[in-house]
């Protein structure tokens, strides 16, 4: 691979980048070049030492996901820092994924329990109308609306 091919394919790898951030990506391999080639280097040595693009567009496009994602965190930008940095790699799966399907069946189980908790006074008169069993003391109903409150 020559350094012409080289920054082509890493310029297709960043198409995803806008294009200022792009450009300056671009600029930045091409001084290196030019840097490398001036201390008496070719092109295959410098392109040797050099990741493959696909790599390097992945990380810099993950880094980029990753910094937008703390700039704007919603849920879009969150999602596409995600999924660049699933793209990285089995590593990065296991890093990321494993821990945020833990976190995503945790806030499950917590939705759950405030649903239950806020149906709370609505389940105490269900279970007193089909069981013939109406509880008529007060802390029954003033226990079941602070459990509302709490859900």
Do not use: C
């Not at 295959?44 to 567009?57: D, V, W």
């Not at 980029?64 to 879009?76: C, F, K």
């Amino acid at each position: 691979m020559d350094k012409i091919t080289f920054l082509n394919e890493l310029e297709q790898e960043l198409d995803n980048l806008p294009r200022s951030e792009r450009d300056k990506v671009m600029y930045e391999y091409e001084e290196y070049f030019f840097d490398q080639e001036s201390e008496g280097k070719n092109e295959y040595q410098i392109i040797g030492a050099l990741e493959s693009p696909k790599k390097i567009g992945k990380e810099i496009t993950a880094k980029n996901a990753i910094a937008s994602a703390e700039y704007r965190p919603n849920v879009r930008t969150i999602v596409r820092a995600i999924m660049a940095s699933l793209g990285m790699g089995i590593l990065s799966l296991l890093i990321i994924l494993i821990p945020m399907i833990f976190v995503g069946i945790f806030m499950f189980i917590l939705l759950l329990f405030s649903l239950f908790l806020t149906l709370s006074p609505v389940l105490l008169i269900i279970n007193g109308f089909f069981n013939n069993n109406f509880s008529f003391a007060i802390s029954n109903y003033l226990f079941a609306i602070s459990y509302t409150g709490l859900g």
